[in-house]
């Protein structure tokens, strides 16, 4: 089992960018993808991001697409999500996942989770 642990979240003002930071321990594999999703308050778990094991191939969320980054370092075992010209929307519990099979696309193909981190855009 991994233990995935996020860290960064915070309160940002609208336009503001930040870096959340996703380390990986416990039986790490560094052929797996990973992946960022995000929960706000009363919707559902939603793709944010991901990244292909070798780091070669990210794919986006069309509301993330030309603002949010993600990139890994595999030697150090973290997976980060670069956030920039942050919106109000983009206001919820930011969450990494290790990628077990199936579509990039869809949180029932993750099978390791974090707790979370909460990002808050506001003024």
């Known amino acids: 089992q991994v233990q995935l642990v996020e860290s960064g979240g915070g309160l940002v003002q609208p336009g503001g960018s930040l870096r959340l930071s996703c380390t990986a321990s416990g039986r790490t594999r560094g052929d797996r993808g990973m992946g960022w999703f995000r929960q706000a308050p009363g919707k559902e778990r939603a793709f944010v991001g991901c990244?292909?094991?070798?780091?070669?191939?990210?794919y986006y969320a069309d509301s993330v697409k030309g603002r949010f980054t993600i990139s890994r370092d595999n030697a150090k075992n973290v997976v980060y999500l670069q956030m920039n010209s942050l919106k109000p929307e983009d206001t919820a519990v930011y969450y990494c996942a290790a990628h077990s099979w199936g579509t990039y696309y869809s949180a029932a193909s993750y099978d390791d989770w974090g707790q979370g981190t909460q990002v808050t855009v506001s003024s």
């Open positions: 990244i292909t094991w070798g780091g070669v191939n990210t």
